[in-house]
């Protein structure tokens, strides 16, 4: 039996330097969503066991004849508490850029998502998506990479309000920290940051399949996604509709087709790249009645905006095709008051109701959570996120294992898009 005690959770250079303000925010006061339940960072953890695995991977020669290689392998990682409390495990997966350890800590040493779930009795799997961090990447497969320079995460990420690129970031309080270089906060963020696949058709493709294997070998679960690992939780579902038991999508790549660029008052946003022309995602997934090639998929924007700070969005032509393998599983798609995603992600909510996907869309602020950023949970008051998922998947998820039926009022839905959001909440 291993026990974690609390504040043991940074990795890295300047841990003492930040130790004596991380104390300090254990030490503010809570949000109600933390009644009841455990904060890991005033309790030890007991942890009955640990460790990791890989799940899928195949062998290939490269083209030079060297080999044979292991390509699509993912790394995982997993703690099981000593009295498991609820049904089912909750699998972690990071977003684009970084890996695994975002969900487990905090730049500035308090406890993460991870540590959080783990010390309110789930057992919980933090993953490396494949191609990145212990998941080993093979040029000769996947391509060329992809990064993320230190100017660009501070504009979208820590310090977004001092850039105002889109109508929400003057409203960021929540960073631990200046959120520029030099600050310690910031370069132990920073230092995390890793380079990823470029092709999103490739990363898709191989955490899909990863992502079923993961499953296959642990069983029913709960996936909680972040920003580009959105698609994964859509894709994955559709792989396994059976053995997920929830979706949890904080900040899913979005909107539906194209992406949106941010430009700053007063016109804000235009048009990116065709990165989902699956709607919600690159590579296939399943639609009733079928579609063999993404140009059958027609749609149409929206008119006009449902208010001046956030896009048109773009919706199927009527009669919508449906998603039917997503439809039964319980999914709450989480947007924070001031990310970037706060622009767009009620789209994605809308897609999915339009295919006959039952959902609950959240913003923060409507239900007393502000300040937030898109790395909402590396930010001051990330707990309070936490267990506001967790009374989500509590009502949601939990009470439906158990044939009881779940309430909408305290599931949380997002009190700022009233008569606009997806519908789930039994």
């Given at each position: ?133 212990k998941s080993a990447y093979h ?179 009527p009669p919508a095709r449906q ?104």
């Amino acid at each position: 039996m291993n026990t974690i005690k609390p504040g043991r959770h940074l990795i890295g250079v300047a841990a003492a330097l930040l130790l004596g303000g991380a104390a300090q925010m254990r030490g503010q006061d809570r949000s109600h969503f933390m009644d009841g339940l455990t904060d890991p960072s005033e309790h030890a953890i007991e942890v009955k066991s640990q460790g990791y695995f890989f799940v899928g991977g195949r062998y290939f020669t490269a083209a030079d004849g060297a080999g044979p290689f292991m390509v699509d392998q993912m790394y995982v990682e997993y703690q099981i508490p000593k009295e498991v409390k609820h049904p089912y495990p909750i699998v972690l997966i990071h977003g684009g850029g970084l890996t695994g350890t975002y969900m487990m800590g905090t730049p500035d040493n308090r406890p993460g998502w991870s540590t959080f779930f783990l010390a309110n009795g789930y057992a919980v799997y933090v993953v490396d998506q494949t191609g990145r961090g212990k998941s080993a990447y093979h040029a000769d497969i996947y391509g060329p990479t992809t990064r993320g320079n230190a100017t660009g995460l501070q504009q979208r990420f820590t310090a977004v309000q001092l850039y105002n690129l889109w109508p929400q970031a003057h409203l960021h309080t929540q960073w631990p920290g200046s959120g520029m270089m030099g600050d310690l906060s910031f370069d132990q963020f920073y230092a995390s940051e890793v380079p990823g696949m470029a092709s999103a058709v490739t990363q898709q493709s191989t955490m899909r399949a990863a992502g079923a294997a993961l499953l296959d070998r642990i069983g029913p679960a709960i996936i909680l996604t972040h920003s580009q690992s959105g698609p994964y939780g859509w894709l994955i579902a559709d792989a396994r509709p059976t053995l997920v038991k929830g979706l949890l999508q904080v900040e899913p790549s979005g909107p539906p087709f194209y992406d949106v660029v941010q430009l700053g008052a007063p016109n804000w946003f235009a048009d990116g790249n065709l990165s989902r022309p699956w709607g919600i995602t690159a590579i296939p997934i399943t639609y009733y009645p079928a579609v063999s090639d993404p140009s059958q998929l027609a749609f149409v924007q929206e008119a006009t905006a449902d208010n001046p700070a956030v896009v048109r969005c773009r919706l199927q032509t009527p009669p919508a095709r449906q998603l039917p393998t997503l439809q039964g599983i319980p999914i709450v798609i989480i947007a924070s008051q001031a990310s970037y995603h706060a622009s767009y992600d009620h789209c994605t909510s809308k897609y999915l109701t339009q295919a006959g996907v039952e959902n609950t869309f959240v913003r923060l602020e409507g239900v007393g959570i502000t300040g937030n950023g898109h790395m909402m949970m590396l930010e001051k008051n990330n707990l309070d996120i936490s267990a506001f998922m967790a009374q989500w998947l509590r009502e949601n998820v939990e009470r439906r294992a158990k044939g009881e039926k779940g309430d909408k009022g305290k599931g949380g839905k997002g009190k700022g898009d009233k008569g606009k959001k997806g519908k789930r909440g039994d």
